[in-house]
């Protein structure tokens, strides 16, 4: 950047930054709580700028009689700017005095962009935070109402199951006499029907006897009945049996000519599938057979095809040009013009 610079832009880019720099120094001196009396005006300064001064240092009184007022936040953010602003441009004074260059400028702005970056950073988490801290407070009211209509519930309910205690201890003596008494009663009503139904089972056991006699009587007589039963049974049972032999021997008979029959059967329809096996071979080479002919005769009719396309655009590519058999001799110039032409569209 300092070969950009001619000697005479540098000179004056300095001589303004040095008026910057008075006219801040001026602004040091005319603040509110700067005392008047010992403003000086720097030996370096020019005739003009002296000038300046002089005249900003009359207006800068006036503002301070009529600006009294001003909060002292404002006021310490304005030295604070002013004094950033200074001393900014006397390290710049410093660097275009000695390189040229402004390289100061840059870092200071940069440097001052991350401090005003991590302010407003910080700015925005304390408004959240307090944005946070009101929301938690007006919970914690809320909360506090709840519990304390909560509490009320409670000493409600107390009171409520209290009276219900008090009525429960009263019914339930009330009961417990009339438990004992109904107890008293029913054990005399137990014993009544107890020794009624010791006579009813007695009774019931007079009968079992009798039944029990009769049971065994029947079991004799059912034994007699089961074996003279059991006996034609054996009868009947050898009688079957002979001739289920006698059906087992015919049946094995038919099987035996049924497996002889089977086994023939069997073999013609290996002797069939074998000739279907044969027959469908002979088929599926048929068919590949086709398909292959088919692929060759329509290759070669693409082929052919794109044979006659290439010599079709092969002709006319030499009609086109010119060429060979085609081949004419020059024309006109005015043709030759309008054929340029036609090629230029």
């Known amino acids: 950047m300092a070969e950009q610079w001619s000697s005479v832009e540098r000179l004056r880019l300095i001589a303004v930054l040095q008026d910057c720099e008075d006219q801040l120094a001026v602004l040091e001196n005319i603040m509110p709580n700067t005392s008047m009396g010992h403003l000086e005006v720097d030996s370096t300064c020019t005739a003009h700028s002296s000038m300046m001064w002089e005249q900003r240092k009359k207006a800068a009184q006036q503002c301070q009689a009529e600006g009294a007022g001003v909060p002292s936040d404002s006021l310490a953010q304005v030295e ?3 004094n950033f602003v200074a001393e900014v441009i006397t390290n710049l004074l410093k660097e275009l005095r000695v390189t040229g260059t402004f390289h100061t400028l840059l870092s200071t702005i940069e440097e001052e962009k991350e401090r005003k970056a991590r302010i407003r950073d910080f700015i925005l988490r ?3 935070g307090r944005r946070r801290t009101k929301t938690l407070q007006r919970e914690l009211v809320d909360i506090r109402k ?3 209509v909560e509490l009320q519930r409670c000493d409600e309910m107390i009171a409520h199951l209290k009276d219900q205690l008090q009525e429960t201890k009263a019914r339930t003596e009330l009961e417990m006499k009339y438990v004992s008494r109904s107890s008293e009663l029913q054990v005399y009503q137990e014993q009544k029907l ?3 139904k010791e006579k009813e089972l007695e009774a019931e056991l007079m009968r079992m006897q009798q039944k029990l006699e009769e ?6 007589e059912m034994e007699r009945f089961l074996k003279e039963d059991q006996s034609a049974l054996e009868e009947k049972l050898e009688m079957w049996m002979e001739r289920y032999e006698k059906d087992m021997e015919d049946k094995q008979q038919e099987l035996n000519t049924m497996k002889n029959n089977r086994a023939s059967t069997l073999a013609q329809l290996q002797e069939l599938a074998k000739q279907y096996r044969e027959s469908e071979q ?3 080479a048929d068919r590949v057979e086709k398909e292959n002919l088919r692929r060759e005769r329509e290759k070669e009719d693409m082929e052919w095809a794109a044979a006659i396309k290439v010599q079709s655009w092969w002709r ?4 086109r040009q010119g060429l060979g058999p085609f081949k004419t001799g020059k024309k006109p110039k005015a043709k030759e013009g309008k054929k340029g032409k036609k090629k230029k569209k």
């Open 316 to 319: 006319g590519s030499m009609v």
């Open 126 to 128: 304390e408004e959240e």
């Open 146 to 148: 709840e519990k304390v």
């Open 80 to 82: 604070y700017d002013r």
């Open 194 to 196: 107890n020794s009624m």
């Open 282 to 284: 002979v088929v599926i």
């Open 215 to 220: 049971e065994r009587c029947s079991h004799i």
